[in-house]
């Protein structure tokens, strides 16, 4: 955001509060009226809960629901919701597109969820949507797209669209079923506009590009609509029935959502924690992750306590011990990254994936020698050090970076080949294990050789 | 990718290879002929040089050139455009939307650019687009939109549509300009569907919920596109005159791309590193940052150096360094994944931001006496040692981990608020910053109260 958005932010902040102090709704109306339900949703999430609460409930209820379903997930916003009355959360919800019912009221307690639903008298399909797994294709799709035989004409089909555009989500794609709903074909919203009135459906019928199963992983729904560029995708069931379909809105989100996800849990953060969170939330999300590592490393403590005699003889290895270390952990956490974006992102073949680990052996080859060429002669240039002390340390170095560059390429693809996210955690793992190669090198040449 | 489409993507490749051996060109486009291009492009990816030229030199104009656009950046498709003869570069570059032939023809040097724009007889369009630089809104925009005026009428509209349909790459919204081609307002594709045919478009006529400015980063347009959920964009100049539009799928390519570019910074990894690269370049793109991180870790180096009296008279304090340090390096990596997350996801002000800052020292308050206290008791349960030892381990462990997490928030925000990008190897001098105060904190208490 440029400071000068942020300048108008606050500015709005600040006058919204002041309208709503004043307790009289039409100013407050007035001044949110013109607003885009997301610049809405942005000055609710800058308010405090009481008048959050009073400014939705004043606000007309097209936008007012619109603002909720913008509302970051961790604002809490169906929460919002629950605390208005029963006759005020059945007018926002009914406003609401299925799926953004679904997703706002899915993140509820089950008897909150029943408590709101019944206040709803159409509330069938939200709970239906509400069945399906939260981040599965049915979790994100909507039912309101739009539906046609194939013997129909362009001019019914657009007839109908005028009727029902306003309560339809998904308008990109126009889907052809068969008597028994099953999937037969689509007709892009460009082909009806661009086809003659008595034009048959059945004869402007394409295959879609792609469907999708109703149980498909978000992530993998997004990765294909992405490939072939799709506005909207349809999702069948298992008789190959259309169930719903996905925008491309939704998947933004997505890939939003699952890049944050892999981020933290790269970092070691459990994917629980929202940005915005609570501490307690960031404290639990983050402690059984620090205790782990307490574990690990102290296997690299125990192999430290097994060289001590070393150490006490000459006190320079404890002084470049974290140089190796700390090199190792950079090297590995460089090789991790790049291999994890390569399974997020490209189609390859596991032979091609294998071969992510030779490419980075030889740059662990290279940057080690470089990396430990610099120590060595920088050890060197110390009065009074053994040059032979330069050796080990180039040699610990070497040995380290190769390892880590090489294991920051394997760790990954062995988690994902055993069906593992292969970001969970991997920083940790290979950061513990180039400490305790890395000592093991250092410490063991010196033992062996310097001695 | 599932195991049954790598399966399927394995038994594609061998069965081109068989048909481009036979050296018939009727199998060949037999074969590729029923596959989207995306598929298509896939499947060149995984071919050798000699059969990539072979294939896209046989495959119809309109396919090879669209596989040619989907193909991934880094496995050099204009290189391969560039080996073509005059005649069928042209052919192929004519066949592409602008925005697709520019991305294609920008990623050659100078020289070559000219040459194949040489060759291709209406190449104005892409020369004007090659001229924006290549992450900003004018270098992913298409100039291939609907543009019509005010008082034209639905009808007209449509019948214009009609006849340019097939040039046009951004059909999700038609863009009303006037006289001086100042955009006025949008009508969307579904307004128009839904309009009488003689209903003026003046009557239509909305004001676009956004509009991008030509110089503006695409990452910014990324998150405007993604916040008011649009399928496209317009995009102006300095005196409000419409030059192009954005498209939503093109917004998914740049979310994806910036997201490889913070996971990759964030590890050190120069952004300039390709995925799927060359040896070489991930070589280049790694070693100054593992240089720079050489030169941190001496500075830590020398801390350990100062003290290797207190070292030498109790070693076990080398044995507990890496702990200690390591830790620090979790706890801190931990919180700038979030905050980095934070910055680039969420709209805050300067006041919200530095309150993550608060958040983040009482998680390290809180992690830092839990795990400082867990290693404390593992050290008293070690024979023979002194309970003070235990004592000066918590205490260095917890001040540590406050560091850290505190760090871990600050850091990114301070390079975010003096312009830098807040992942820039963050981890690397957190995680230097970390070894430097653990140590610091774990052997000065040493020295002062145990010796």
Redesign the interface.
């Known amino acids: 955001?440029s400071e000068t958005?942020?300048q108008e932010?606050?500015e709005a902040i600040s006058e919204i509060r002041r309208l709503l102090a004043q307790r009289t709704a039409e100013p407050v109306i007035a001044f949110v009226e013109p607003l885009?339900p997301?610049d809405l949703a942005?000055l609710v999430e800058?308010l405090d809960a009481e008048e959050r609460l009073t400014l939705l409930e004043i606000v007309p209820a097209p936008l007012a629901s619109e603002a909720l379903a913008e509302m970051?997930e961790e604002e809490h916003p169906a929460e919002l919701l629950a605390q208005m009355e029963p006759a005020r959360i059945a007018e926002l919800v009914e406003e609401l597109a299925d799926d953004d019912a679904a997703d706002l009221i899915g993140d509820l307690e089950p008897d909150e969820q029943e408590r709101i639903l019944d206040s709803v008298p159409a509330s069938e399909e939200i709970r239906e949507l509400l069945e399906y797994p939260e981040e599965s294709a049915g979790g994100i799709m909507t039912r309101e797209m739009v539906v046609v035989r194939a013997q129909d004409t362009a001019h019914e089909t657009?007839e109908s669209?005028?009727e029902h555009?306003n309560d339809r989500e998904d308008?990109?794609t126009v889907f052809v079923v068969d008597n028994r709903d099953r999937l037969k074909g689509v007709v892009t919203?460009?082909d009806?506009?661009?086809a003659a009135p008595t034009t048959l459906i059945l004869d402007m019928l394409e295959q879609p590009?792609a469907v999708v199963p109703v149980d498909m992983d978000q992530e993998?729904v997004g990765k294909i609509?992405?490939?072939?560029?799709l506005?909207s995708i349809g999702v069948v069931d298992d008789s190959g029935k259309l169930v719903g379909s996905i925008t491309?809105?939704d998947?933004?989100?997505v890939?939003?959502a699952e890049?944050?996800e892999?981020?933290?849990r790269?970092?070691?953060?459990s994917d629980e924690?929202q940005?915005?969170g609570t501490?307690l939330g960031?404290?639990r999300s983050?402690?059984p992750?620090?205790?782990v590592?307490?574990l690990t490393?102290?296997v690299?403590?125990?192999v430290?306590?097994a060289y001590?005699d070393t150490?006490?003889q000459l006190?320079?290895l404890?002084?470049?011990?974290?140089?190796v270390?700390?090199?190792g952990?950079?090297?590995g956490?460089?090789a991790?990254?790049?291999t994890?974006?390569?399974i997020a992102?490209?189609?390859?073949?596991?032979t091609?994936r294998w071969s992510a680990v030779g490419?980075?052996l030889?740059?662990g080859l290279?940057?080690g020698l470089?990396?430990g060429g610099?120590?060595a002669v920088?050890a060197s240039l110390i009065p009074g050090t053994d040059p032979a002390f330069g050796i080990v340390v180039m040699i610990a170095m070497w040995g380290n970076?190769i390892v880590a560059s090489t294991l920051g390429a394997f760790f990954p693809i062995v988690l994902e080949r055993i069906g593992t996210d292969p970001a969970v955690a991997s920083?940790?793992f290979v950061?513990?294990f180039t400490?305790l190669f890395g000592?093991l090198l250092l410490l063991g040449l010196a033992s062996a050789f310097l001695l």
């Open positions: 955001m958005s942020k932010l606050r885009h997301s942005d800058h970051e657009i669209l005028r555009a308008l990109y919203l460009r009806l506009v661009l590009v993998e609509l992405s490939r072939y560029n506005a491309f809105d998947v933004i989100d890939v939003e890049t944050t892999d981020i933290l790269f970092a070691s953060v924690e940005l915005r501490t960031a404290i983050r402690l992750w620090l205790i590592n307490s490393l102290s690299a403590a125990l430290v306590w001590r150490i006490e006190v320079m404890a002084a470049v011990m974290p140089v270390a700390g090199l952990g950079n090297a956490t460089q991790l990254a790049v994890i974006r390569r992102l490209s189609d390859e073949t596991q091609e490419k980075e030889v740059v290279v940057n470089v990396i610099l120590i920088a970076l920083s940790i950061t513990t400490d000592f």
